[in-house]
Nanobody
Framework: QVQLMESGGGLVQPGGDLRLSCQASQADFDGYHMAWFRQTPGKEREVISCINWISTITYYPDSVKGRFTISRDNEKRTAYLQMNNLKPEDTATYYC?????????????????WGRGMQVTVSS
């Protein structure tokens, strides 16, 4: 069973940057769309970005558009989320997800495999 290894989370000051990484444990990465979600206590998990297999389609909600950039390196079986100009409201647990369907208007969960999640805290 594929496992998703997330890294790059941590504590950052407002206005700072972080780069999250998500590497699949085996070659079962080809052809899958990838996504990043985040969740805060008491709220539903929300999609914050997704990308298709050949990186021709990406999606961002308004809350992160212009600040976050998703990318992927298929040879390394890794997806990335570059987060710039972070705000305290970006504080959450961030999850990587493999599968589903990424479109320009959003993301659909379908057979999605989840990472374990990692904390991102934006605070001075």
């Amino acid at each position: 069973q594929v496992q998703l290894m997330e890294s790059g989370g941590g504590l950052v000051q407002p206005g700072g940057d972080l780069r999250l990484s998500c590497q699949a444990s085996q070659a079962d990465f080809d052809g899958y769309h990838m996504a990043w979600f985040r969740q805060t206590p008491g709220k539903e998990r929300e999609v914050i970005s997704c990308i298709n297999w050949i990186s021709t389609i990406t999606y961002y909600p308004d809350s992160v558009k212009g600040r976050f950039t998703i990318s992927r390196d298929n040879e390394k079986r890794t997806a990335y989320l570059q987060m710039n100009n972070l705000k305290p409201e970006d504080t959450a647990t961030y999850y990587c997800a493999r599968g589903g369907v990424c479109g320009s208007a959003g993301y659909q969960i379908a057979g999605t495999v989840w990472g374990r999640g990692m904390q991102v805290t934006v605070s001075s």
